[in-house]
């Protein structure tokens, strides 16, 4: 307790300034917005093998149940893993690695806008 003019105050706390958002947002144009998922992968042909490895696992599992029973089935879930979760988890992926670095997202005074990024062709 402090005492202010013989009067008995409890230490006050002055309340926190607001974090500001960045000045240059250019520099997380690339990174994806919090809150949001990225399922892109560092290259379009690694992406591409993801799939063909989910997409595979899929349907060998399913084509192989007539020959090697139901045992089969349990290389499925393995196509979660290659897909990061399931097959439009990786189309979202897709549509992301195609679109990196060719769009950049800025936000200003809270609206955000979608736009070509600076020297993509």
């Known amino acids: 307790m402090n005492t202010l003019n013989g009067v008995k105050t409890l230490n006050s706390v002055s309340p926190v300034k607001p974090a500001q958002p960045p000045e240059d947002v250019s520099a997380t144009a690339h990174s994806p917005a919090p809150g949001t998922k990225d399922f892109a992968s560092r290259s379009v042909p690694r992406h591409l093998a993801r799939g063909a490895l989910g997409f ?3 349907i060998g599992s399913v084509a192989l149940v ?8 349990l290389a499925a879930p393995l196509a979660l893993i290659a897909f990061r ?6 189309m979202v992926g897709l549509a992301q690695t195609i679109s990196r670095g060719r769009l950049e997202r800025r936000c200003a ?8 990024a600076r020297g993509a062709p």
Request: hydrophobic fraction near 35%.
């Open 66 to 73: 007539p020959v090697a029973g139901p045992a089969t089935l």
């Open 56 to 58: 595979g696992l899929i």
């Open 109 to 116: 005074d809270g609206v955000c806008t979608l736009s070509t």
């Open 85 to 90: 979760g399931c097959p439009t988890c990786w």
